[in-house]
């Protein structure tokens, strides 16, 4: 039931910026935790930003002092602002939503992806 829709994705030139946008289909005060994970060709999808609801945030090493997670609570949306980009940060990007709950334990929930490429 619960929807998460990327968007802001697109061809970029190393250096230059993007925004992502994460729609959620319900308040993301219900959710404990939000980030954005990413996955190259060949490679695993790796963790890129969290934030949990408590505002306490996380970067990957590769992408901290570029890239910014935010929440627009009034908006439900969360973003990553990204920007000084480089040919490896070229994957489809994946927001993620996590809930906790006593009754069914930790639920994840993902958005179908976005396509960042970023040419040299």
């Known amino acids: 039931q619960v929807q998460l829709v990327e968007s802001g994705g697109g061809l970029v030139q190393a250096g230059g910026s993007l925004r992502l946008d994460c729609a959620a289909s319900?308040?993301?005060?219900?959710?404990?935790?939000m980030g954005w994970y990413r996955q190259a060709p060949g490679k695993q999808r790796e963790l890129v930003a969290a934030?949990?609801?408590?505002?306490?945030?996380n970067y990957a090493d590769s992408v901290k002092g570029r890239f910014t997670i935010s929440r627009d609570n009034a908006k439900n949306t969360m973003y990553l602002q990204m920007n000084s980009l480089k040919p490896e940060d070229t994957a489809v990007y994946y927001c993620n939503a996590d809930r906790v709950t006593l009754a069914t334990g930790v639920l994840r929930y993902w958005g179908q992806g976005t396509q960042v490429s970023v040419s040299s």
């Open positions: 319900g308040s993301i005060f219900s959710f404990n935790a």
């Open positions: 934030i949990t609801s408590g505002g306490r945030i």
